[in-house]
């Protein structure tokens, strides 16, 4: 997967590009369908297979205030497009310039002459342009008069409704999990690097690595059973519980993320942890003292594996 930051209009040598705009965040099942769609199709042309996004998210610029915390960092939807089969991810800068562009010059400018675009594959209630006055008809015609087609898909559906980042984020935000993986295909994973702590954990018999997550959007406080990833070993999961609170039995402040990784016993400090939130196990909450946390935790542990071996495993 190749990663192009696009500086203009300047055309790329990319063998005739297949090609889908869009967020993308989170690569979700509908997301999953489009890029699957664009890879299939590149492939039959003997083209390029290409996901067209923006960077920042458009929300960022238009109306920060309002502006969703993201679900995946840029790096992330690469490797997660690339499983798929998108060859390269082309990241457009997204000003008030490019918002106010109108629709058949984005057409042009972008689609045809910075990517290169023989196909353009969107979802079928698709906008863009000043205004977002382009629609999918819109581009039929622009792509008529510019030589490329489109391919307009509908919606992947979730309980009779359309997946969207935003069902995912509200998911992600109450704590369910287990829905939030159904709309995504996958469970919901947060990068980042194990920190010192305070060495509590280790302490109780239950020694944890504490994350400095890269990831914008996290789960509600609460218990996870989770399954981790070190260094990039993604083929290698190692079972745990994740704690993602605020520690009131010690009166801690702040919110902190802290995985006990099951039947290991490396040290973590200043390596990569990948958490793949399986299960929610419950809320967090204040016990008398440690010993009442402790058997709380064994609990924990054992919920945990019984879940984890049922569930069996998933995801980047």
């Known amino acids: 997967m190749e990663i192009v930051r696009l500086d203009g209009s300047r055309p790329r040598d990319w063998s005739a590009a297949v090609v889908s705009v869009g967020n993308f965040d989170g690569v979700h099942r509908g997301h999953q369908a489009l890029a699957t769609a664009v890879a299939d199709e590149a492939h039959t042309r003997a083209a390029s297979a290409v996901v067209l996004t923006f960077d920042p998210h458009p929300s960022r610029i238009l109306a920060p205030e309002r502006a969703p915390a993201t679900l995946m960092t ?3 939807r690469a490797e997660a497009l690339a499983t798929l089969g998108i060859d390269r991810l082309a990241v457009l800068p997204f000003t008030r310039e490019l918002a106010a562009e109108p629709a058949e010059s984005f057409a042009k400018r972008v689609l045809l002459e910075a990517v290169g675009a023989r196909e353009v594959v969107v979802g079928a ?3 863009f342009g000043r205004g977002r006055a382009g629609d999918v008809s819109s581009l039929r015609q622009y ?14 559906l979730d309980e009779e409704a359309p997946i969207s980042s935003t069902r995912v984020r509200a998911a992600i935000a109450r704590g369910d999990v287990a829905a939030a993986a159904r709309l995504l295909g996958r469970p919901y994973f947060v990068d980042g690097a194990v920190v010192r702590g305070e060495g509590r954990g280790r302490s109780l018999g239950f020694p944890t690595a504490n994350l400095e997550p890269l990831n914008e959007t996290l789960p509600a406080a609460g218990v996870y059973a989770c399954r981790c990833s070190v260094d990039g070993r993604h083929t290698d999961r190692f079972a745990a519980v994740v704690n993602l609170g605020r520690r009131p039995t010690f009166g801690a402040a702040g919110l ?8 290991f016993s ?15 196990l419950r809320d967090e909450e204040r016990f008398e003292g440690p010993e009442s946390l402790v058997e709380q935790i064994r609990r924990d542990v054992v919920a945990a594996r019984g879940l984890l071996e049922k569930a069996g495993g998933n995801g980047l």
């Open 74 to 76: 840029l790096e992330q």
């Open 125 to 127: 209630n698709f906008r």
């Open 143 to 156: 792509g008529a008069r510019l030589g490329f087609e489109v391919r307009a898909m509908e919606p992947v």
């Open 256 to 263: 902190r993320l802290e995985a006990h990784l099951l039947d």
């Open 266 to 280: 490396e040290d973590l400090y200043g390596r990569s942890l990948r958490v793949l939130f399986e299960a929610r």
